[in-house]
């Protein structure tokens, strides 16, 4: 500007960061089972909605953060409009040190930024062990009408049995009869 009074200028230059944050928290995808036991293998991946730019991902295990060695990362995948898919699979197996207090907790945190930070979990409690039913003892059932009695493997007619405890009894009176 040529005129009076003279103006001073001040020139910046920034960096500005668009970000696209979804709505939605990511999804778990694989086995998820009802339960899990101790020796399954777990094969879980999570996988977050579109966003700019693409979420950070981390899989937590009954609240401590998975070993390396347990994570499958992906590519993060470009959609038609520019945003970014992550996808971040847990895989292992199952142990006893898993189960704590007989729960289970696979968590999915997926963030950007300071701006967006969203989980989806998968917790199972072990269900109680079913009571185990009585064990029946199984024999064979005596023939119809007929009495059978410890120690003796065949069977009698009823009205055997019956004569047989008469006549024992009849003889034990007469024995004690005959001893005074």
């Not at 293998?41 to 693409?54: E, Q």
């Not at 996808?87 to 898993?98: C, D, G, I, K, M």
């Not at 945190?109 to 185990?132: C, F, G, M, R, W």
Request: proline share 9%; charged share 20%; net charge negative.
């Amino acid at each position: 500007m040529g005129e009076t009074p003279n103006f001073h200028e001040d020139r910046m230059t920034k960096v500005m960061t668009v970000v696209e944050i979804p709505d939605e928290k990511p999804t778990i995808e694989g086995d998820v089972r009802d339960h899990f036991a101790v020796g399954d293998k777990v094969n879980l991946t999570c996988t977050t909605p579109p966003s700019f730019p693409g979420a950070t991902l981390s899989w937590i295990i009954n609240d401590q953060e998975a070993p390396p060695t347990f994570l499958h990362e992906y590519a993060p995948e470009k959609n038609k409009e520019g945003l970014i898919v992550s996808r971040l699979t847990l895989n292992f197996e199952l142990a006893p040190s898993h189960f704590i207090s007989g729960e289970l907790r696979l968590k999915c945190v997926a963030s950007i930024l300071t701006l967006y930070t969203k989980t989806s979990e998968h917790s199972q409690q072990v269900p109680p062990k079913p009571e185990e039913p009585p064990v029946k003892e199984v024999r064979d059932l005596p023939e119809e009408g007929s009495l059978t009695t410890n120690g003796n493997t065949g069977s009698r007619s009823m009205w055997a049995s019956f004569f047989h405890v008469l006549v024992l009894h009849t003889v034990l009176i007469i024995s004690a009869h005959l001893l005074h």
